[in-house]
């Protein structure tokens, strides 16, 4: 059975780990859905080392490593708001899916909604992203709203908005 670990990225190397396996998950997932184009920007503009410490040290950030049975798997971003947290990353390497993780993703920012005081989770996820939908409809996400957000370089974020609200329980996939 794996082992879930998810620890708080802290050095240098964790946040560069993370870079990188974010280059290699975006490249994979995410050029059939919009292109090559954009991935790469994308990557540069939110996902690379650089941009990762910016929003870490300037914006209030957090990365969490996600390792199963000793292997890094993927990794969350989350930024905390008044009453909410906004999961910005959650991803999972191809050959690490289907292992739960994104239920012990979820229920470990479930309880780091509860210390904090916090009543839902929301993010963002692209309207074409079919398989990851529907991983977050089973993880109880709900849609609630959509946006089109220009991300500058000609590019447009095309998601809908998918929120879950905590409940008093640990979360058990529908």
Known sequence: MNTVNISLAQSDSELYEIAQLAEEIWHEHFTPIIGEAQVNYMVEKFQSYPALQTQIKQEGYEYYQLYSSHTFAGY???HPEDDALFLSKLYIKKDCRGQHLATAALNFLIELCKKRGLKKIWLTCNRHNNNTLAVYDHLGFVITDEQAA????????????LTYT?????HQPR
């Open 150 to 161: 220009d991300i500058g370089n000609g590019f447009v974020m095309d998601d809908y908005i």
């Open 166 to 170: 905590l409940m008093d329980t640990v």
């Open 76 to 78: 969350i971003g989350i």
